[in-house]
T-cell receptor
Framework: AQSVTQLGSHVSVSEGALVLLRCNYS??????LFWYVQYPNQGLQLLLKYTTGATLVKGINGFEAEFKKSETSFHLTKPSAHMSDAAEYFC????????????FGTGTRLQVFP | SQTIHQWPATLVQPVGSPLSLECTVE??????LYWYRQAAGRGLQLLFYSVGIGQISSEVPQNLSASRPQDRQFILSSKKLLLSDSGFYLC????????????FGPGTRLTVT
């Protein structure tokens, strides 16, 4: 069965510092991987996705993530945090394209301090 | 372009009352549709999904039901709400050809008192 683990329910960084949000997954088949962002009282917005091809994927708002099969990881990074990055971030996995379901992690709340 | 609507945005209902939340999608046809519930600290729980009119799959046994009366309309219902039904309810859609990529609505905050 698929599962997603996000280490750290809360992460705090200073403005301008590196952002690193961790995601590990388990899947019996090559996965498709996603990061979503959620601002307070809003729906989820897709930040980036990995399906096939290049393992380093770039998303919106300067975020990127790298698929590392050997580590079963898909960590989200941003070189320099901005106050507007404060939000909750969800990692999700699906078992390829022939599935109707995404499995979500429990989320990481990012705080950015001035 | 495609848009997804949910209403109401917020709802406060007493225990034992009925519930109806509505989700509609514009700008696409034959989408897959999903209902999720988000509880604090627990991430997103898939409740129901639908691949077509009248076709509903339930992921967890519960006090809720879903219906899809039209291609782009998805309704979440309950006959009698429980306190544990409180949460943030999100509707999402995906294309048939890219079912793995889901797009979310703005959500409904339900408080059962």
């Amino acid at each position: 069965a698929q599962s997603v683990t996000q280490l750290g329910s809360h992460v705090s960084v200073s403005e301008g510092a590196l952002v690193l949000l961790r995601c590990n997954y388990s899947s019996s088949v090559p996965p498709y991987l996603f990061w979503y962002v959620q601002y307070p009282n809003q729906g989820l917005q897709l930040l980036l996705k990995y399906t096939t091809g290049a393992t380093l994927v770039k998303g919106i708002n300067g975020f990127e993530a790298e698929f590392k099969k050997s580590e079963t990881s898909f960590h989200l990074t941003k070189p320099s945090a901005h106050m507007s990055d404060a939000a909750e971030y969800f990692c999700a996995v699906s078992e390829g394209r022939n599935t109707d379901k995404l499995i979500f992690g429990t989320g990481t709340r990012l705080q950015v301090f001035p | 372009s495609q848009t997804i609507h949910q209403w109401p945005a917020t709802l406060v209902q007493p225990v034992g009352s009925p519930l109806s939340l509505e989700c509609t999608v514009e700008g696409t046809s034959n989408p897959n549709l999903y209902w999720y519930r988000q509880a604090a600290g627990r991430g997103l729980q898939l409740l129901f999904y639908s691949v077509g009119i009248g076709q509903i799959s339930s992921e967890v046994p519960q006090n809720l039901s879903a219906s899809r009366p039209q291609d782009r309309q998805f309704i979440l219902s309950s006959k009698k709400l429980l306190l544990s039904d409180s949460g943030f309810y999100l509707c999402a859609w995906s294309r048939l050809a890219e079912r793995y990529e889901q797009y979310f609505g703005p959500g409904t905050r339900l408080t059962v008192t």
